[in-house]
């Protein structure tokens, strides 16, 4: 058995993508402290997820940060006034593709959610982030490139004692440049039960998928490609 | 009367640190929505402060954001288990030293702060955001640096839809090399108020200052220096 001695937060929505991330960090060596946010998002499932996968995975602690978003609107995913589309299943993965931004889009959400790891990971003195972003599924969210992993990186670096102090903060973003059906044979070769995480953009409070939206059309094809039973269940 | 029609957010403590930085806004033109925060600090004032403020500028929108940043621990100012310091005025106003970083640190808040402010003004489609940070009375902060702003706005153009587009953010930190009284003879010019502000790190429910702490002793010192009356309410 590995030594948990190096604490590191890890941003967990209940997903599959970030479930894979927490299980990469766990098999790391690192200790995990697990990081949710209660942001206003229509559906329950998500956070109910994040607390089964933190509980199957062992983690050091799950926190879940109440912040109201939805405050701001501007996203399908926040906005009670908009509908989730669910026709907007493009068949582009191309990563370098930022033209079109689905609307499902929150404001800055990774910005926000990075900055608020940033905060607990000070209070921790951990020196590790960990963040599902997928630039090759996401293309179209600018927040899910490396090249804004980096970027917050490097201010990260510049607003903290421990970074000022040489003691420099890593953003991790292990499924970057992963596909989803690699990232599923990832995660199953580490022992991830999908079947607790919730993908769907409009799920029911049971965790039940709706099967019809981009994203989950996108895990589908991820199980199909993969060759792995899909364990979601769908409503 | 100049017009007022480009949009920007500016963060309000309730302080005359951003009471000044939002006069400047609203003096260069901008439509100003002001963003504060209830991140669990100890005292109302600073709120009450943030209002009245936001009120007598005359801003387009004021919000209070609740984001328990408490939940994480680690500084005076809202960690309720730890006194805020009396004694720690430091003489030393040298930007650049970084050596020693006060306990009143909160971690990370300038970033989740900043990003925040970033969230709305993209649903805003606000390309400015203003911020009142500071080298000079808290350079032991490494977020009040200016290299630490830039790269925060590097950050934030590669975060967002506009900035990826070309439509580029600016972060301004109008005060980010003025010395207090500077600021005060600034703000003074343009008209603001400070007996509405508070910058008191203890300071009463009804704003009144404690005269004690480091932040007060800047504060009293500015006005000194300036030769303006200090319209500071002292308990």
Chains 1, 2 share one sequence.
């Not at 109910?48 to 405050?71: F, S, W, Y």
Request: proline content about 3%; charged content about 20%.
């Amino acid at each position: 058995m590995k030594q948990k001695t190096k604490p590191a937060v890890v941003l967990l929505s209940g997903g599959l993508d970030s479930a894979t991330t927490l299980a990469m960090a766990m098999d790391a060596g690192f200790s995990c402290y697990a990081l949710s946010f209660d942001y206003g998002q229509r559906s329950s499932a998500e956070l109910n997820a994040a607390k089964k996968v933190a509980q199957a995975a062992g983690v050091q602690e799950h926190r879940i940060l109440k912040i109201d978003l939805g405050q701001f609107g501007g996203s399908a995913l926040t906005d009670h006034d908009i509908a989730v589309p669910q026709s907007e299943f493009a068949q582009d993965t191309d990563a370098s593709s930022v033209d079109e931004i689905p609307i499902t889009y929150v404001p800055a959400r990774n910005t926000v959610f990075l900055s608020l790891a940033l905060a607990w990971s000070e209070v921790l003195d951990a020196r590790d982030i960990f963040v599902g972003v997928n630039a090759v599924d996401y293309s179209g969210y600018p927040d899910c490139r490396g090249e804004y992993i980096e970027a917050f990186q490097t201010m990260a670096n510049l607003a903290t004692k421990a970074g000022v102090e040489g003691n420099r903060l890593t953003v991790h973003a292990p499924l970057i440049d992963l596909t989803k059906d690699q990232i599923i044979s990832a995660g199953s070769n580490l022992g991830v039960d999908y079947g607790l995480t919730v993908s769907c953009y409009a799920a029911e409070a049971s965790g039940a998928a709706c099967g019809q939206c981009d994203s989950c059309h996108i895990r589908k094809q991820g199980f199909v490609v993969a060759k792995i039973d899909d364990p979601t269940t769908y409503a």
